[in-house]
């Protein structure tokens, strides 16, 4: 290559002062993101509440013989159908509270706000828990439906008892014991990231203490957790449309542009 004569510039092109510059990384608008992470939370809540209302429908542990069998021979409707439905739905429900979480670290690492390193993974791992126990606990429910409706299987009436006891003690004792540490870490991180108001902390504390300590098998316990979650995606979602439409997602090491709360 020819070099440039003393005291003349280099042609355009030449060098390594020349190279291309590196395209524009393309970023989405930080409203758009927010509102996703709000929607999600919203259908996490409803899919979780009726696939939940549908897998649970089965005859519980006081159901006689006759009842059992009308049940699962499809003699009202073939609710089996209407179980294997919720069976369906629930991942979907799980989906979006994995999204749901993962998009709520974002935002508190990216509010430049110290965190715990500790409670931000308490809050993940508690999460990911939550979510495997939901899944084994509705599989225990609607196994015979599945069985009786996709395999023709023989129905036991004993074995019909026994499988929703076995889920509703996954769901009742561990899972919600692990929603209840996803309540607390969410509350402590977003009252560190000055995301959350402070009634929502002092009513996040309250429900997470419910549903630790409670021992019941009532479904509103169950119905708890959605409930709330259902909450903090509104408020996620008021804060979402403050946000200036002109505004991107930060870089990883950026914090937020603006104030969250």
Excluded: C, K
């Amino acid at each position: 290559m020819l070099q440039p004569a003393p005291g003349e510039a280099a042609p355009p092109g030449d060098g390594p002062a020349a190279a291309t510059p590196a395209p524009e990384e393309h970023r989405r608008s930080l409203r758009r993101a927010a509102i996703l992470t709000a929607t999600m939370g919203i259908a996490f809540s409803v899919l979780f509440v009726g696939s939940f209302l549908l897998i649970t429908s089965v005859p519980n542990a006081r159901a006689t013989d006759d009842q059992i069998r009308d049940f699962y021979t499809g003699g009202a409707g073939s609710p089996t159908i209407a179980t294997a439905a919720g069976l369906y739905v629930l991942p979907f429900s799980g989906i979006a509270f994995l999204w749901f979480s993962v998009a709520l670290r974002m935002w508190a690492a990216a509010s430049g706000r110290t965190q715990g390193f500790l409670q931000s993974n308490l809050q993940l791992i508690s999460g990911i828990v939550f979510v495997v126990l939901m899944f084994v606990a509705a599989a225990s429910f609607a196994v015979v439906a599945t069985s009786v409706e996709y395999a023709g299987g023989r129905i036991d009436p004993v074995a019909a008892r026994e499988f929703p006891i076995f889920g509703s003690s996954i769901v009742l004792f561990f899972a919600m014991r692990m929603a209840a540490m996803f309540v607390f870490t969410t509350s402590s991180i977003g009252r560190q990231a000055g995301i959350l108001p402070t009634w929502f902390i002092v009513a996040g504390v309250i429900v997470g203490l419910f549903l630790l300590f409670s021992a019941t098998f009532t479904p509103l316990l169950v119905l708890a957790f959605p409930g709330w979650v259902f909450v903090l995606s509104l408020l996620l979602l008021r804060i979402a449309w403050r946000i200036p439409p002109d505004l991107l997602v930060p870089r990883p090491g950026e914090t937020l542009p603006i104030q969250p709360r």
